[in-house]
């Protein structure tokens, strides 16, 4: 009797709090995150299908490519993933030959990452995959002016609000 009641209880403010809350946040956040699944869906294809590696290690590497010593802790802030999981990446890109870790030139004691000559290459053939695959995605799908608009809003999301 009383598990029926709480369950009562937790059903009525389940029920309110979802009448409080606005619908259009729900809208908004599942059209966001199904765009961003297709997308990086339809890369991950092309990619596979190109006889290349996924979004994650091509993402990698553009940030790699972007200097000459970069850490571990600084992919992880840039990809905005986890440790383990950027950990778990790099072990397979170094064994894929795509980069190497060394000691780093100013601090003897740190592990930087840099992009070898293979990694370079694979980066150069997803960067024109990237760029087809997307062109050809959004051509389709946007009109002039749209991705644009599109972009300032969703650079809206990844700031602090003022």
């Not at 030139?105 to 990237?130: C, E, F, P, W």
Request: net charge neutral.
């Amino acid at each position: 009797m009383q598990t029926e009641l709480l369950v009562g209880i937790c059903e009525r403010i389940y029920n309110e709090l979802m009448n409080e809350s606005d619908p259009r946040f729900d809208v908004a956040w599942q059209a966001l995150y199904r765009a961003q699944v297709r997308v990086q869906s339809v890369l991950d294809l092309a990619f596979n299908d190109a006889g290349l590696p996924g979004t994650d290690v091509f993402s990698a590497l553009r940030e790699l490519q972007k200097s000459e010593e970069t850490s571990a802790k600084d992919l992880e802030d840039a990809l905005l993933m986890p440790q383990y999981g950027v950990s778990r990446l790099l072990s397979r890109m170094e064994r894929q030959g795509l980069i190497k870790r060394t000691t780093g030139k100013q601090d003897h004691r740190q592990k930087v990452l840099q992009i070898t000559a293979k990694g370079r290459s694979n980066l150069a053939a997803m960067g024109k995959t990237y760029h087809d695959v997307l062109s050809s995605f959004f051509s389709a799908r946007a009109k002039p002016g749209q991705l644009e608009r599109m972009a300032k809003l969703l650079e809206l999301l990844d700031s602090d609000p003022a």
